[in-house]
């Protein structure tokens, strides 16, 4: 069972926006998981490993364009391939 596609390193910071600057497809490709503060998270639109803290819909709220709205949580970030 070994993986012959190369994995690209995981960023420091990366968001699933494609208007974002902190989007790469490339890690896309792959299926990423995101532990915060022990627990896994599916719902994480955006992270930043070194600052600790990741970006989450703030319930059905939406903007004016009707994206969610996102809160900003801090604690202990880990990304990881699964």
Known sequence: M???TQRP???????????????NAAVFQHDIGIRFNGKERTDVEEYCISEGWVKVPAGKTR???????LIKVKGTVEAYYS
Request: hydrophobic content about 25%; overall charge negative.
């Open 2 to 4: 070994n993986d012959t």
């Open 9 to 23: 390193e995981l960023p420091d910071h990366l968001s699933i926006d494609a208007r974002s600057p902190f989007y």
């Open 63 to 69: 903007d004016r364009h009707g994206k969610p709205l």
